[in-house]
C-alpha cells in the first residue's frame, strides 16, 4: 500500500467524532508516513477546518485523489453504494461494519479485493 514518496494517502469519509479525530490527528504529523488524500461528508459545512482542496464533494470522484487507503467512518450505505468501486483502486476500510452483514455484499467486496490485488 505505501507509495514510493514513502507517504500514504488516506481518503476519509465521515466528519463526526471518529473522522475528525482522524482527520485531526494526521494533519498534526500523529501518524507518521500519513497524509489526507480527501475528506468527505455529507454536510459539507461541518469541514470548515479542512482546507478547500482536501474536500471531495463527489465520492465518484475519488480515485481521482489518489488514495491508497479510504476510511469510512460514515454509514453503511456508503459501503453498499461505493465499497466495490473503491476496491478498484485502494484498499478500503469500512468503520460502519453493519453493511458487512448483508452477505451477497460482502461476498461482492471480497471478490473485488480478490481481483484488484486489496
Known amino acids: 500500500m505505501q507509495r514510493g514518496s514513502g507517504s500514504i494517502r488516506i481518503g476519509l469519509i465521515g466528519f463526526g467524532f471518529i473522522g475528525a479525530g482522524l482527520f485531526r490527528a494526521v494533519q498534526a504529523g500523529r501518524f507518521a508516513g500519513l497524509e489526507v488524500a480527501f475528506v468527505h461528508n455529507r454536510s459539507a459545512e461541518r469541514l470548515g477546518e479542512v482546507p478547500a482542496e482536501l474536500v471531495l464533494d463527489d465520492l465518484a470522484a475519488a480515485g481521482g485523489r489518489a ?39 460482502r461476498e461482492r467486496l471480497v471478490e473485488t479485493a480478490a481481483r484488484s490485488g486489496r
Open 67 to 105: 488514495p491508497d487507503l479510504i476510511v469510512e467512518s460514515a454509514h453503511p450505505a456508503i459501503t453498499q453504494r461505493y465499497g466495490s468501486g473503491f476496491l478498484e483502486f485502494a484498499d478500503y476500510m469500512p468503520l460502519s461494519v453493519t453493511a458487512l452483514a448483508d452477505d451477497a455484499l
